[in-house]
């Protein structure tokens, strides 16, 4: 996954070659939604619905698990959709993390990119770290019961803990 700083220098960076500004957009807005690639490249605008709470939700049935989502739309996943009127690019995987690749190189960012890579970010550098519960982030990754999320993010909250309590002891 990517750190709050590498997520944040992606941000700020601006490609000169349209289909690697793309691919970032696209890989930018799953990190604030932690769609899988198949539920981003069947975005359309009928799955953004208005929610309960009056604000704008991804509502879909994720493929893996055909398993109904539904995804807050946070404010940076918002801008990128109003930038493509609620429209993707669309693009195969292969090339998403061909492209990615590229990037890395480019921003500088020492890590092997894939389209997966900012599903895991969401539900680290944005859920996790930010204390929302591991239920709410199994259930906002379609997750089918909490062992599979606590699987693959029990040690990133064993890591917050650690360092919660190191500011504990150096108080």
Same mark, same amino acid.
């Given at each position: 996954? +990517?750190?709050?700083?590498? +997520?944040?220098?992606?941000?700020?960076?601006?490609?000169?070659?349209?289909?690697?500004?793309?691919?970032?957009?696209?890989?930018?807005?799953?990190?604030?939604?932690? +769609?899988?690639?198949?539920?981003?490249?069947?975005?359309?605008?009928?799955?953004?619905?208005?929610?309960?709470?009056?604000?704008?939700?991804?509502?879909?049935?994720?493929?893996?698990?055909?398993?109904?989502?539904?995804?807050?739309?946070?404010?940076?996943?918002?801008?990128?959709?109003?930038?493509?009127?609620?429209?993707?690019?669309?693009?195969?995987?292969?090339?998403?993390?061909?492209?990615?690749?590229?990037?890395? +190189? /480019?921003?500088?960012?020492?890590?092997? /990119?894939?389209?997966?890579?900012?599903?895991?970010?969401?539900?680290?550098?944005?859920? /996790?770290?930010?204390?929302?519960?591991?239920?709410?982030?199994?259930?906002?990754?379609?997750?089918?019961?909490?062992?599979?999320?606590?699987?693959?993010?029990?040690?990133?909250?064993?890591?917050?803990?650690?360092?919660?309590?190191?500011?504990?002891?150096?108080?």
């Amino acid at each position: 996954y +990517l750190t709050d700083d590498e +997520l944040k220098k992606l941000e700020k960076h601006n490609f000169s070659q349209n289909r690697l500004q793309q691919v970032k957009d696209m890989f930018i807005f799953c990190c604030y939604t932690g +769609l899988a690639y198949a539920e981003m490249s069947s975005l359309t605008t009928k799955n953004i619905e208005i929610g309960f709470d009056g604000e704008e939700w991804i509502q879909m049935i994720r493929n893996k698990t055909n398993r109904k989502i539904s995804i807050p739309i946070l404010p940076k996943a918002k801008e990128i959709l109003d930038k493509y009127d609620n429209e993707l690019p669309i693009i195969s995987n292969q090339k998403f993390n061909s492209y990615l690749k590229e990037i890395t +190189l /480019l921003i500088g960012v020492d890590k092997k /990119l894939t389209h997966h890579t900012a599903r895991k970010t969401f539900a680290t550098t944005v859920l /996790l770290f930010n204390n929302v519960p591991m239920e709410i982030v199994s259930e906002l990754l379609g997750h089918s019961n909490m062992i599979i999320t606590q699987a693959h993010y029990g040690k990133i909250v064993q890591k917050k803990v650690s360092d919660e309590l190191k500011k504990l002891r150096n108080a």
